[in-house]
């Protein structure tokens, strides 16, 4: 298989980070992580690499949603301007196609990487493809990450797409690009899957790191800083661990998954990929990306011990967005995390209902997570403690208890619909009881995917109840929170420029009468679809609790 060459003005391997096609972005949680582990290996074996994320840049356009999604319409049909509003817009953020297939056409890659990590987003990823191969149809393609790794068939389905690469691709590019540059076995890249002359598929397993600590630094200088900051530095990600030793069945990685297993690295592999980070920009914020940063005390401490020694005049925030297991928490710890940067505690809490967290194979860890909260408090810092609704076999009811009993708390709620993600427990039971959504594109969360003891009216219902739910406790941190009273009829108009007072109207209104509404650009009132059943539980169970709020003492 020949290489070309021609006049190369640009590096041998390109890899892309897809553009994203949804309601939202979270632009914190895109940072291309995992492709500079992979052009790190590359770089350490001799090629040239340049990292293309096009999700990169402060643009977006709105699109109009895809046939599979269209039914969305009903729950974000009206463009809401209130402040606890979900979602109406879709858009397409990052990149056009169009201009990822004329960079690599100007760089002249041998090979290209494409990244594609949740299968709800694998069109975006084959849509990047087949626009390089389109501008530069010399290259090859190879697609890795979660997606590819479970599906390399449906992947492989795509003419624009030559190789996946199954597992971590820290283990195989490098052999895939040595290869092809060399003209040799492709049977030999551990983790390949490619087609066979008769057009059958080779596929081998996927392929896994056993020692994190003998992989080379993540190359975060191919990384744009520039675009990941927060107040003016650095924000960057780092992944101390990979895999999960727990058994929840909602999750792809943990050890009831076809994932790898559970593997951490060393304290010192992790300040060391700190320093070099620090010594390339100055950073401002760090969020471990790990499944569970805590669950190891002594290699815990011994890693905020050394962060604090290190880096301690530096003023940087330290989160764990992923969520803290609270059992693995406790007063030494938290201390030591206060001390290290940490201002926020991540909680995962999951549900407080006990058939719930049987079905999750979770334990129960509210009393954890009350002395989490506890020690929150202590130490001045705040608190996001998680849930999941409407998963199968879920009571709506239950969800409306777990909103209550965090509504009661000293913490913001971080509601997550259920999505069933491929490779878990809970993927493989709703693919068995026909729950599915019939597309890939389905199983994301802001579709509703799964409707079962929790319907999508009362999936969206819930959703909406948690937004409400943080507006309460932010006005109760400003002594505002308002009485139950009358508020303006539907089609009624109120004041869209002071947003807070607006959305102070409409809750009045909410806790009076039960009737969830937003406002429009030009303040006319309108009232959302709801389960009124919920909404009435709901606020019939704010009446016999002390709504908190969520800042720091």
Known sequence: MSIPSGERSGPEILLVQPPMEEFYLTAKRTVPYGLACIAASLEQAGFSVALVDALAVSKSKIIPQPRELGDLGRFYGRNDLSPFALFHHYRHYGYSYEHLGTLAREKRPFLVGISSLFTAYCNEALKTAEAIKRFWPECRVVMGGHHPTLFPNEVMSNPAVDFVLRGEGEVSMAKLALALRNNTSLGDVPGIVFKNPDASLHIEEPAWMEDLDLAPLPATDLVDHGFYQRKQRASISVVAARGCPMHCTYCCLGASSAHAPFRRRSVDSVVAELECQMARQEVGFIDFEDENLSLDKR??????????????????????MNGLYAPSLDGEMVAAMKTAGFKTLNLSLGSTSGEQLARFKRPDVSKALDQCLELAQLHSMEAVSYLIGAAPGQSPEDSVQDLLYLGARRTLVGFSVFYPAPGSHDYQLCRIRGLLPP??????????????????????????????????????????????????????????????????????????????????????????????????????????????GVKRL
Do not use: Y
């Not at 290699?299 to 764990?320: V, Y």
């Not at 539907?490 to 806790?511: C, E, M, S, T």
């Open 439 to 548: 597309t890939f594109a389905q199983m994301r969360s802001t579709a509703f995917p799964v409707s079962d003891t929790t319907t999508r009216l009362q999936a969206a219902t819930l959703l909406r109840l948690a937004r409400i739910l943080n507006f309460m406790k932010a006005l109760v941190d400003e002594g505002e929170l308002p009485d139950p009273c009358p508020v303006c009829d539907q089609g009624a108009v109120i004041d869209p420029h002071d947003r807070r007072a607006a959305g102070k109207k409409l809750l009045a209104g909410f806790l009076h009468d039960n009737k969830i509404r937003g406002f429009s650009r030009d303040g006319t009132v309108f009232e959302h679809p709801a389960d009124h059943l919920l909404v009435r539980r709901f606020v019939h169970g704010l009446a016999k609790i002390n709504v908190r």
């Open 299 to 320: 290699w815990f401490l011994a890693l905020l011990k050394e962060i604090t020694t290190r880096f301690g005049g530096r003023d940087m925030e330290l989160r764990a």
